[in-house]
């Protein structure tokens, strides 16, 4: 890769952040479109979501992905936030302009792929999302327009009720909520025909955690991580153990940063060699 004096920089905010994939899929990106970009990945420590937004209007950076914890902090730092991304409560992507910074949402679409991917209709079916943070935010909204009815599970259960409460609010949907403990997924969890992870437990470097007791899956019971690092995470491996449907955190990872890729360049994204970046490095940490 050549850096020049007019390299564009792009990157992604977050902690912990060292596990990202993002810098390889979009360096791929870039290089195979002859882009005279780089991407890059820094550690930004929970509560200075504003450093970030006077940093990337300083610095001329033009694309940011934000991840934990900073989805949701960042969006009274910037200049505008697209439709999609207020009504959800939570931003991954920053497009600078000029100085002027425009937020967007793309990790709803991204899930929603992921589903698509392994044949998940959602219409109709029960949803148990575990967690209330920014990617919960992204994919209850997404569900919701897909015609899931959606119970949320969070440690903290304030959370669960104030995500429930919004997605109420903007979309008249009920939301169940309760608090994430073994006796309400004993419970309730029979109902439900797709579970959603979108907690960081069994990301690297705890990968052999589980947010859910093993023992109350089913083959009929769809589960999704959107976990990707490792690919399979200990949830996953348990329920492809019983036969039941599995859906990893790759596809939606590629697909809400081809459109964040699209978004900062104004080009069509190389969706096959992010994917083929992405799946590449993780076969090499796998060894």
Not at 61 to 88: C, F, M, S, W, Y
Not at 145 to 165: D, K, P, Q, Y
Not at 171 to 198: C, K, P, W
Not at 207 to 225: G, I, K, N
């Amino acid at each position: 890769m050549r850096i020049t004096g007019t390299t564009v920089t792009c990157g992604i905010v977050g902690d912990p952040v060292a596990h990202s994939l993002s810098p390889v899929m979009h360096n791929a990106a870039f290089e195979h479109e002859s882009l005279d970009h780089v991407y890059v990945a820094w550690r930004v420590p929970r509560g200075t979501a504003a450093s970030c937004a006077e940093a990337m209007r300083a610095l001329g950076i033009r694309g940011l992905n934000v991840t934990v914890p900073h989805k949701v902090d960042i969006i009274a730092h910037l200049d505008e936030v697209d439709a999609q991304a207020a009504r959800i409560g939570a931003v991954n992507t920053v497009v600078n302009t000029a100085g002027r910074l425009h937020g967007y949402n793309t990790d709803a679409q991204g899930f929603l792929h992921g589903l698509w991917s392994r044949g998940i209709d959602t219409r109709g079916m029960n949803v148990m999302v575990l967690g209330a943070g920014g990617a919960a935010r992204a994919a209850v909204f997404a569900l919701v327009g897909a015609g899931a009815r959606v119970t949320v599970l969070n440690r903290n259960v304030e959370r669960a009720a104030s995500l429930a409460r919004d997605v109420t609010a903007a979309t008249g949907a009920h939301i169940a909520h309760d608090a994430l403990t073994g006796d309400v997924l004993a419970s309730q969890l029979r109902e439900v025909g797709l579970l959603v992870n979108t907690t960081s437990v069994g990301m690297h470097p705890l990968q052999e955690e589980t947010p859910c007791p093993v023992e109350l899956l089913r083959r009929e019971l769809a589960v999704c991580d959107i976990v990707y690092n490792p690919r399979e995470t200990a949830l996953l491996r348990a329920a492809a153990a019983l036969g039941a449907v599995t859906v990893d955190g790759v596809e939606m990872l590629v697909r809400q940063g081809a459109m964040a890729f699209e978004l900062w360049t104004g080009i069509d994204a190389p969706v096959g060699v992010m994917r083929a970046a992405v799946l590449g490095e993780l076969g090499r940490e796998k060894k």
